[in-house]
């Protein structure tokens, strides 16, 4: 059997030409700048509108829209990942007892991770799945669906519910630190943190 040989690429060159002479004209997309003459040629390839031949880069009201830009970029992007509970998976630290947060047990620790519009995770014993609607710092859940698997150590099934309704009584949540805490009519009622 005989082998083929690769067939070899022509690489890809560009040139830009940067000097204080006078600026070149304006070209369209896909054409040809000629200036003087013959040797000096800037090809761009492109859709519609004009590009500027020559390479002396952005300035005026073009680099303070594109410096605009970037700002608003790089906040939305860095808001999102860092301020958000979305996209991030957490671990429960402690549950409300009805007098006050306690831990919950170490073998059966809820877990919540909100994605897009719907919340998953582990109750303690069974997995759950819901709907939720982020707006601001309010937060809530739709009808809660778990599997029901029985879990026979001690206090873990009952953990489990107690973490369900109180889930299902979140209406706001904030950050501290990397802490997520959810609340019911102001008072903290959950609270976790993040697993990475």
């Known amino acids: 059997m005989r082998r083929r040989r690769p067939r070899r690429r022509r690489p890809l060159r560009s040139r830009l030409n940067v000097d204080d002479e006078e600026p070149e004209p304006r070209v369209p997309a896909g054409g040809v700048a000629r ?14 509108g004009s590009i500027p031949a020559r390479g002396s880069g952005v300035s005026g009201p073009g680099l303070v829209a594109l410096v605009a830009g970037l700002v608003v970029a790089a906040v939305a992007c860095a808001g999102r990942a860092g301020d958000a509970p979305e996209g991030r998976a957490w ?43 982020l707006d ?3 937060l809530s859940f739709g009808p809660i669906a778990a599997t029901k698997m029985f879990c026979a150590a001690e206090g873990v ?5 107690r973490f369900l309704r109180l889930l299902a009584s979140v209406d706001t949540w904030r950050l501290e630190g990397d802490r997520l805490v959810l609340e019911a009519e102001g ?6 943190a993040e697993t990475g």
């Open 157 to 161: 099934m009952e953990q489990e519910d």
């Open 91 to 133: 671990r429960a630290e402690s549950l409300e007892a009805g007098d006050g947060l306690v831990e919950p047990i170490p073998t059966a620790t809820p877990t919540l991770r909100l994605d897009g519009e719907r919340a998953s995770g582990s109750a303690g014993c069974n997995r759950y799945s819901a709907s939720y609607a």
């Open 187 to 192: 008072t903290p009622i959950l609270v976790f």
């Open 35 to 48: 200036r003087g003459d013959s040797t000096r040629r800037s090809r761009w390839i492109g859709e519609g």
């Open 136 to 138: 601001g710092s309010k």
